[in-house]
């Protein structure tokens, strides 16, 4: 064999506008999925002033009752407006009939919602900060009061 018949052929094929081997390895590169940062109430913590934070945990308890409140409100005018529905539709003038018995029934609906707002409210004032804060203004207060003892 002469030396023409041991060179090894190559095969070229255009690919991007240039000739290239026709065997390429493909490479897969896989980028890291970057964890999106949750904007809950759980992952990062609030920001306060300081001397200030008492005051706005106590506002962000009041909005937090404020809302229960109106759920309350909402569930037992839902409930008032189902049972006068149903009402007129059982008989003629029945949601005249059935008025007492109605908001009655939309009373106890709110009740039962809006039973955990004093726990709510005591919560919110029981937090060991709030604790600190008002027993160290109770002194301030004490001192002034001894001033104008007679």
């Known amino acids: 064999m002469t030396e023409s018949n041991k060179k090894k052929v190559l095969l070229l094929n255009r690919s991007r506008g240039k000739l290239q081997t026709s065997l ?18 759980g992952d990062e913590k609030e920001q306060y002033s300081e001397g200030l934070e008492d005051i706005q945990r106590l506002e962000g308890d009041a909005m937090r009752i404020a809302q229960r ?22 008989k003629k003038d029945g949601a005249i009939e059935d008025f007492v018995h109605n908001s ?4 106890s609906v709110y009740m039962k919602e809006a039973s955990e707002i004093p726990v709510d409210i005591a919560e919110s004032l029981n937090t060991s900060s ?3 804060r008002l027993r160290d203004n109770l002194r301030q207060v004490s001192k002034v009061i001894r001033l104008f003892r007679i």
């Open 24 to 41: 390429q390895p493909i490479v897969l590169d896989y980028k890291e999925r970057k964890k999106k940062k949750k904007t809950d109430e």
């Open 69 to 90: 409140s109106a759920r309350a409100l909402s569930k037992g005018l839902d409930t008032y407006e189902q049972e006068r529905k149903r009402s007129a539709k059982e």
């Open 104 to 107: 009655a029934k939309a009373t």
């Open 130 to 132: 709030y604790q600190k």
